[in-house]
């Protein structure tokens, strides 16, 4: 979803119905996976594990996408948002 919700940031010069015709395109084949992936998934793990699994995902891909596609600087304070994000994940998946 990354490259389908911000790649359309780096080509502002196309007129934004054709860009969210090929968002919607990029979105559509990315579902395909995702949707199976959260059946087949929610038997191990319960749906909140689930989002935290793919909000994971999608925030690593979207800082290596940022930084080398978007050519966007990494700042100390992103940093830090990721490792609390990190601490979230732990709490989320302590078996209390």
Same mark, same amino acid.
Request: aromatic share 24%; no cysteine; hydrophobic share 55%.
């Given at each position: 979803?990354?490259?389908?919700? @911000? %790649? &359309?940031?780096?080509?502002?010069?196309?007129? $934004?119905?054709?860009?969210?015709? #090929?968002?919607?395109?990029?979105? *559509?084949?990315?579902?395909?996976?995702?949707?199976?992936?959260?059946? @087949? %998934? &929610?038997?191990?793990?319960?749906?909140?594990? $689930?989002?935290?699994?793919?909000? #994971?995902?999608?925030?690593?891909? *979207?800082?290596?996408?940022?930084?080398?596609?978007?050519?966007?600087?990494?700042?100390?304070?992103?940093?830090?948002?990721?490792? $609390?994000?990190?601490?979230?994940?732990?709490?989320?998946?302590?078996?209390?």
């Amino acid at each position: 979803m990354t490259f389908a919700w @911000y %790649g &359309h940031l780096k080509y502002k010069e196309v007129a $934004l119905w054709k860009v969210i015709l #090929v968002s919607w395109g990029i979105a *559509f084949f990315e579902y395909i996976f995702q949707v199976p992936a959260n059946r @087949y %998934g &929610h038997g191990q793990f319960n749906a909140t594990e $689930l989002k935290t699994i793919q909000e #994971v995902i999608s925030l690593t891909v *979207f800082l290596f996408f940022s930084i080398f596609f978007l050519k966007e600087e990494l700042r100390w304070n992103y940093i830090v948002g990721f490792i $609390l994000i990190v601490l979230a994940v732990f709490f989320i998946f302590k078996k209390w």
